[in-house]
């Protein structure tokens, strides 16, 4: 049996016998009375603990956290599931960086979205406000009607009230005018909430062409306005062969006219009588003095109209007034 440090073989024999140096221990005695040590004697060395220090952690206690996920390898589903993590962080910060170098095309893309729904807005009002019963056609106005009866006109015009304004049927109300031969032209206002106004140019007489025994009262156009069985005063009377000047420009009576149409108004209401067999033969009558003026073609008239008007200052008593050469003129 291994004997423990500091055991005294001598001491040992001597057990029997009450020694005092064997009985006391060797921190009790004297130091003069200790026995010197033979060799080399080693002592127990004692171990004093205490409540207050903890023992320190040894890597073994590390190892044994309650944390899994240390000092173990992560399996493919976390690896993924932190992939994902990763891949989704990246994508918000791309996304916010994105947001903060294309804040000022946002901007102005919404101005511009902004303005086109204003647009919209206001496009889509004014098309259901225009086709709204609120607009309707509820009075017809005529303006510019002197021969022709207004109300006549306006009553006419009567089928389309109770449309939009916005609806109404132009060919219909084209084809309601052309009943109104006096009409040269018109043009069609739309007064909301309820009211068309249609302005017209009516035909102006020029002259009178004989029909068997009833005088016809015509425009430049020969478009016939009135007939009666005398002949209208004031008018001259046109004895031109030819079609109207707007369907034959070469024609007697669009050259007579266009003749009539270049005349002072003094001088006009002093023919008689006007003929033009052919466009370059036009002359007429003065119905005070009956003297005769020889127009010719009805070209340069607006200088012929002046050189007549010198010639009947200058010579009122002439029987013949030749203007057809407006550089050389005649008379006698």
Same mark, same amino acid.
């Given at each position: 049996?291994?004997?423990?440090?500091?055991? +005294? *073989?001598?001491?040992?024999?001597?057990?029997?016998?009450?020694?005092?140096?064997?009985?006391?221990?060797?921190?009790?005695?004297?130091?003069?009375?200790?026995?010197?040590?033979?060799?080399? !004697?080693?002592?127990? &060395?004692?171990?004093?603990?205490?409540?207050?220090?903890?023992?320190?952690?040894?890597?073994?206690?590390?190892?044994?956290?309650?944390?899994?996920?240390?000092?173990?390898?992560?399996?493919? *589903?976390?690896?993924?599931?932190?992939?994902?993590?990763? *891949?989704?962080?990246?994508?918000?910060?791309?996304?916010?960086?994105?947001?903060?170098?294309?804040? *000022?095309?946002?901007?102005?893309?919404?101005?511009?979205?902004?303005?086109?729904?204003?647009?919209?807005?206001?496009? #889509?009002?004014?098309?259901? !406000?225009?086709?709204?019963? #609120?607009?309707?056609?509820?009075? /017809?106005?005529?303006?510019?009607?002197?021969?022709? +009866? $207004?109300?006549?006109?306006?009553?006419?015009?009567?089928?389309?009230?109770?449309?939009?304004?916005?609806?109404?049927?132009?060919?219909?109300?084209?084809? +309601?005018?052309?009943?109104?031969?006096?009409?040269?032209?018109?043009?069609?206002?739309?007064?909301?909430? =309820?009211?068309?106004?249609?302005?017209?140019?009516?035909?102006?007489?020029?002259?009178? &062409?004989?029909?068997?025994?009833?005088?016809?009262?015509? =425009?430049?156009?020969?478009?016939? &306005?009135?007939?009666?069985?005398?002949?209208?005063?004031?008018?001259?009377?046109? $004895?031109?062969?030819?079609?109207?000047?707007?369907?034959?420009?070469?024609?007697?009576?669009?050259?007579?006219?266009?003749?009539?149409?270049?005349?002072?108004?003094?001088?006009?209401?002093? /023919?008689?009588?006007?003929?033009?067999?052919?466009?370059?033969? /036009?002359?007429?009558?003065?119905?005070?003095?009956?003297?005769?003026?020889?127009?010719?073609?009805?070209?340069?008239?607006?200088?012929?109209? $002046?050189?007549?008007?010198?010639?009947?200052?200058?010579?009122?008593?002439?029987?013949?007034?030749?203007?057809?050469?407006?550089?050389?003129?005649?008379?006698?």
């Amino acid at each position: 049996m291994k004997r423990p440090q500091g055991f +005294d *073989r001598s001491a040992a024999g001597r057990a029997g016998a009450p020694d005092p140096a064997v009985v006391a221990p060797p921190e009790a005695r004297p130091a003069q009375e200790r026995p010197a040590a033979v060799g080399t !004697v080693t002592e127990p &060395i004692p171990i004093v603990r205490t409540t207050a220090q903890k023992p320190a952690e040894t890597p073994t206690a590390a190892l044994s956290s309650p944390d899994p996920s240390i000092g173990r390898v992560p399996s493919n *589903r976390e690896i993924s599931r932190a992939l994902r993590a990763a *891949r989704a962080e990246r994508k918000r910060v791309e996304r916010g960086e994105v947001r903060r170098f294309t804040k *000022r095309s946002r901007h102005r893309r919404m101005l511009w979205l902004g303005s086109a729904g204003v647009v919209v807005a206001l496009v #889509l009002g004014v098309v259901l !406000v225009g086709l709204s019963p #609120l607009l309707a056609l509820r009075h /017809v106005e005529v303006v510019g009607a002197s021969r022709l +009866d $207004a109300s006549a006109l306006a009553k006419k015009l009567g089928d389309q009230v109770g449309t939009p304004l916005a609806l109404l049927d132009q060919a219909e109300i084209s084809s +309601d005018l052309a009943g109104f031969p006096l009409i040269r032209s018109y043009t069609l206002e739309s007064r909301p909430p =309820d009211t068309l106004v249609v302005r017209i140019v009516e035909r102006q007489p020029i002259g009178v &062409i004989q029909q068997g025994s009833a005088f016809v009262l015509v =425009d430049e156009a020969k478009v016939p &306005i009135s007939s009666t069985a005398a002949r209208p005063a004031g008018y001259p009377l046109i $004895a031109a062969t030819g079609a109207a000047a707007d369907a034959n420009a070469d024609s007697g009576f669009a050259a007579a006219s266009s003749v009539l149409a270049s005349l002072p108004a003094d001088v006009l209401a002093r /023919v008689d009588t006007i003929s033009a067999k052919t466009k370059d033969d /036009v002359s007429f009558t003065l119905r005070d003095s009956g003297a005769t003026v020889v127009w010719g073609s009805a070209e340069d008239s607006a200088l012929k109209a $002046a050189d007549l008007t010198a010639l009947l200052k200058g010579a009122p008593d002439a029987h013949r007034f030749d203007v057809s050469s407006p550089h050389s003129v005649t008379t006698g």
